[in-house]
């Protein structure tokens, strides 16, 4: 059975002793997982209300007739420890962990795989024998979108990464794994861009680099990728600009006339940096990819069948997006 979960939209969120509890309650982590049948997994995030996971899930679910259930699961960041040590006794086979519980879920496994290793962070859990084990598919997904709708982006020299949260380490991971031969980053905070390049460079000594904005445009000349992660600002509330007045959009005259650009930001599917990438008639790549091909190896663990990212699912959740849901 899919449970329909539609209805899960509780905001705003609180914490702590304030929000709401007991039976039935929207925050009763037992409200959606009571009633499933046969392989039960999840999404946890604080806010994890917005998640399309359950929506792909869903859909293959589905497609595969499989009795399981996928939902989401909001847990606040004090409570995450005891939701991951209760996954065993509540049934579950494992689940998805986003923001901001990551980290949280890197420490409280027995046992991680190696991308998860070098990324520092779990996005994806599963039971071996026993032990609860955690990996990390963004670089899968990331690396699996642009294989898909990017082609030839596998020989590029240098790729210029914007950002250092912690979707940019899954990038650079994939970036260098797959044989891009140098990476630059730059972040608005000089000192995090070093901090991320340092991570790396055990791994892939000479190869990485951080920078401030300063030299953005510099790095722009002689980039043959680029890559967003950063997420896109926050108007200025101060800012009376009519809403239909077009946005000003990142400068990317200095990028080479054969440069790829792709950003992981999937809402909205044209994001500045691609709607500036299509102004100056350079290929690109939307980040709902990432999303979709991340998905396929934990369905594939907790549910025994390895689904396909197709152009159907891929325009349902497209539909989705411009719905505003």
Known sequence: MVENDMDWTPEPYVSGAERPRGAGSIFDPERRVAASEGPKAFIT???????????????????????????????????????????????????????????SAFEAVGRRDGDAEAIGAINTLWF?????????????????????????????????????????????????????????????????????????????????????EDLRAALLGRTDLLVNTAPIPARDPDDETPDWFAAKLPDLSALPDGALVTDIVYTPLMTPTLLAAKERGLRFADGLGMLLHQAVPGFERWFGRRPKVDEALRQALIADIENGL
């Open 45 to 103: 995030g604080w806010p994890v209300w917005h998640s399309r996971s359950p929506m792909i899930h869903g859909r293959w679910l589905s497609d595969f007739a499989i009795a399981g259930s996928y939902v989401r699961i909001g847990v606040p960041p004090e409570e995450i420890d005891g939701f991951f040590a209760s996954l065993a006794d509540k049934g579950f086979v494992g689940g998805n962990v986003t923001i901001p519980h990551k980290v």
């Open 128 to 212: 071996e024998d026993g032990t609860l084990v955690g990996g990390n598919t963004d670089a899968y997904g990331f690396a699996a979108n642009l294989d898909d709708r990017l082609a030839g982006w596998t020989t590029a020299e240098t790729a210029l990464v914007i950002g250092a949260g912690g979707a940019a380490r899954a990038v650079i991971h994939a970036l260098l794994s797959r044989g891009v031969q140098r990476v630059e980053i730059v972040n608005r905070t000089e000192a995090r861009a070093h901090d991320l390049a340092a991570r790396f460079e055990a791994l892939f000594p000479g190869r990485v680099a951080g920078h401030g």
